[in-house]
């Protein structure tokens, strides 16, 4: 079975400061990864997807970028992190199929 | 104008009862649509999907689609405290080919008193 995994599961960073966030995936190959942000009572937001290692979409002009290094592996990156950025990020995983989509547990970031 | 839009809540509803949650979409051509849970502090959680027109049923959860009138929704029958949780509504983009882009409503939260 898929599992996804999500590291570290909390973090509270200075604003200025660098991010890195990763998104791991066991149990399928080549699937299409997510990043999304969840504001405090907001909804669900794109941030990036990959369909490939080294090919990432952006869905909206922000603070941050990411990486696909792996097949497996999906890295998300800030230089100077904002108080904007603080917020729930999710990756999630989905097949090739219908879109369904697998959320990891998720990181809470607060930038102080 | 939302592209996914859910009534936020909360919706109360006594343990045992039927729950009914509501979720419109602005986009005809949505092919597929999904109901995620998510417990506050968690991470959502996939509990139904639904592609054609009519009633998908798991458990206790059924799924019901119109698209013709743009909706879909959630029905949990015999209500549980721990079915309270925020449930979120997700709908396909039908425009973004490969990378199978989901939009996500605001969620509607449920709360189920014992």
């Known amino acids: 079975s898929q599992t996804i995994h999500q590291w570290p599961a909390t973090l509270v960073q200075p604003v200025g400061s660098p991010l890195s966030l990763e998104c791991t995936v066991e149990?399928?190959?080549?699937?299409?990864l997510y990043w999304y942000r969840q504001a405090a009572g907001r909804g669900l937001q794109l941030l990036f997807y990959s369909v490939g290692i080294g090919q990432i979409s952006s869905e909206v002009p922000q603070n941050l970028s990411a990486s696909r290094p792996q097949d497996r592996q999906f890295i998300l990156s800030s230089k100077k992190l904002l108080l904007s950025d603080s917020g729930f990020y999710l990756c999630?995983?989905?097949?090739?199929?219908?879109?369904?989509?697998?959320f990891g547990p998720g990181t809470r970031l607060l930038v102080l | 104008q939302k592209e996914v839009e859910q009534n936020s809540g909360p919706l109360s509803v006594p343990e045992g009862a039927i729950a009914s949650l509501n979720c419109t979409y602005s986009?005809?051509?949505?092919?597929?649509f999904f109901w995620y849970r998510q417990y506050s502090g968690k991470s959502p959680e996939l509990i139904m999907f639904i592609y054609s027109n009519g009633d998908k049923e798991d458990g206790r959860f059924t799924a019901q689609l119109n698209k013709a009138s743009q909706y879909v929704s959630l029905l949990i029958r015999d209500s549980q405290p721990s079915d309270s949780a925020t449930y979120l509504c997700a709908v396909n983009d039908p425009r973004s080919g490969g990378y199978q882009k989901v939009t996500f409503g605001t969620g509607t939260k449920l709360q189920v008193i014992p």
């Open positions: 986009d005809r051509g949505s092919q597929s």
């Open positions: 149990g399928t190959s080549n699937p299409n």
């Open positions: 999630a995983w989905g097949g090739r199929g219908p879109e369904t989509q697998y």
